[in-house]
């Protein structure tokens, strides 16, 4: 089955600067990898997603770029705000037979100080 | 805010019971997917429904089986209740059975003591 794995599991930048955040996946029929932010006691939520047919796919200030050769993707946030400190989650869309599932990443833990 | 909600928000149980939990479906989306996400990990996929048939299995026992209602709402059940189940159980809907974009639910905390 398919296999994320994220880096760093902890991140601290300073308000304004940028940081980054990336994931490889094993399974190359993967073809759909979204992002979530997970707010401590909240639900995750979608912020961005790239399809495989794409390099790069920009929203603001987050970017994400996939790398299909290599199996890797990887998001930017620029311009790091306090409010975007959160868990951050990559995953990958797989087959579960007839199913499209997600396949998380273990998650990274973004801080922003003020 | 999306339309996905589920109940209860926290649930209390002991070894050995059995749970069930409910998700409602955002409204135009056909398939809801059930996650497990212990705490400090990601959400794991426990199943998939779609048309009220189950069309896709992640790597959980059979105690773990679900329901979908003709309105796609969705129900979790578990059986036999392990320490091991406690997390946060999520419920994410999508339209389609190919589509990928999934919306997640606000959650049910469960403890098992």
């Known amino acids: 089955g398919e296999n994320v794995e994220q880096h760093p599991s902890t991140l601290s930048v300073q308000e304004g600067d940028s940081a980054v955040i990336k994931c490889t996946y094993s399974?190359?029929?993967?073809?759909?990898f979204p992002w979530y932010k997970q707010e401590l006691g909240k639900r995750p939520q979608l912020i961005i997603d790239i399809r495989s047919n794409v390099g790069e796919k920009k929203d603001q200030r987050i970017a994400v770029t996939l790398n299909k050769t290599a199996k890797h993707f990887s998001l930017h946030i620029t311009e790091t705000q306090p409010e975007d400190s959160a868990v951050y989650f990559c995953a990958a869309s797989s087959v579960a037979g007839s199913a499209r599932q997600l396949t998380f990443g273990s998650g990274t833990q973004l801080t922003v100080l003020p | 805010e999306t339309g996905v909600t589920q109940s209860p928000t926290h649930l209390i149980k002991t070894r050995g019971q059995q749970v069930t939990l409910r998700c409602s479906s955002q409204?135009?989306?056909?398939?809801v997917s059930w996650y497990q996400q212990a705490l400090g990990q990601g959400p794991q996929f426990i199943f998939q429904?779609?048309?009220?048939?189950?069309?896709g299995r992640g790597n959980f026992p059979p105690r773990f089986s679900g329901l979908q209602f003709p309105n796609y709402s969705s129900e979790l059940n578990v059986n036999a209740l392990e320490l091991d189940d406690s997390a946060l159980y999520l419920c994410a809907s999508s339209s389609g059975q190919g589509y990928n974009e999934q919306f997640f639910g606000p959650g049910t905390r469960l403890t098992v003591l």
């Open positions: 409204s135009g989306h056909n398939t």
């Open positions: 399974d190359s029929a993967s073809n759909y």
């Open positions: 429904y779609y048309r009220e048939e189950e069309n």
